[in-house]
């Protein structure tokens, strides 16, 4: 209740709780028509239902750096629906340890760029760096998680194998959902970005809520829809439907990790 009520002051505006946005960018189908899918060569792909509900969609594929004739490098994601919710990729040791090459460093780009934020790929390459050679002998997913710009990642080792993944941000909503978007917004064909320059300063993905109310005023937020965050389970998520200098577009807040601060995740112009 404590945390619906700071909410409630942070954003004070009429709530309305609804399901998860759409999701177009981050399905099988685009997964396997994207750069890093094309530019692997041939894929043996699985997947299997979760107990814990959704799918675990699994893809094996020749590691260029060895000379293994056997798929060992992986790519594994969580699907709610049509949706991804976390991504992992993956390298088999053959004739060496695994290390942390330029070709990986490359993949990683790739992916970064499929899931819709690759303006964190060096900081998310520099944490690979430092932490793949860290051994956890049951699971990597027992390792903490670090939060860099939106993303919740996590990198180690288990048994010489080398694990990268990460979640999140949370998606924007569709614009036509949201009370108050005008007709400009919803009808845009423009996709989503990593900033948006504004007269006052850049919005920019990763930016405090504090930071962002610097920029964006409350009497330029047309309207707003404030549901449950279910990449994050009880937190919420902060739909903004913002007009300034001119221009329409959303902001979605929402807390990547708790505790901490209400963060941009995504800019939909």
Not at 244 to 251: I, Q, R, S
Request: glycine share 8%; with cysteine.
């Amino acid at each position: 209740m404590l945390r619906f009520q700071l909410i409630a002051v942070l954003f004070p505006v009429c709530l309305c709780i609804g399901g998860p946005s759409a999701n177009t960018q981050r399905t099988i189908a685009a997964f396997e028509s994207s750069t890093f899918y094309k530019s692997m060569g041939k894929a043996k792909r699985d997947s299997w239902s979760l107990k814990t509900g959704g799918m675990n969609n699994s893809y094996s594929f020749k590691d260029p750096d060895t000379q293994d004739p056997l798929p060992s490098l992986s790519v594994a994601f969580t699907t709610v629906g049509p949706q991804a919710k976390e991504i992992s990729i993956s390298w088999l040791p053959y004739d060496s340890k695994v290390k942390m090459t330029p070709k990986k460093e490359g993949q990683i780009k790739l992916l970064l760029q499929f899931w819709g934020t690759p303006e964190l790929a060096d900081q998310v390459i520099s944490f690979a760096r430092d932490n793949y050679k860290k051994n956890y002998p049951n699971s990597v997913g027992a390792s903490p998680k670090t939060r860099i710009g939106s993303l919740s990642v996590q990198c180690g080792q288990t048994a010489g194998d080398v694990y990268l993944s990460w979640s999140g941000p949370s998606l924007v909503a569709d614009s036509a959902s949201v009370p108050g978007i005008s007709k400009k917004a919803s009808s845009s064909t423009q996709p989503e970005g990593s900033s948006l320059k504004l007269k006052r300063g850049t919005i920019r993905i990763g930016m405090t809520s504090d930071e962002f109310v610097k920029v964006v005023r409350p009497n330029e937020v047309v309207s707003q829809k404030v549901e449950q965050d279910l990449d994050h389970p009880g937190s919420m998520r902060v739909t903004k439907s913002c007009s300034v200098d001119g221009k329409d577009f959303l902001v979605v807040l929402a807390r990547v990790m708790d505790p901490g601060p209400y963060l941009v995740v995504g800019i939909k112009k």
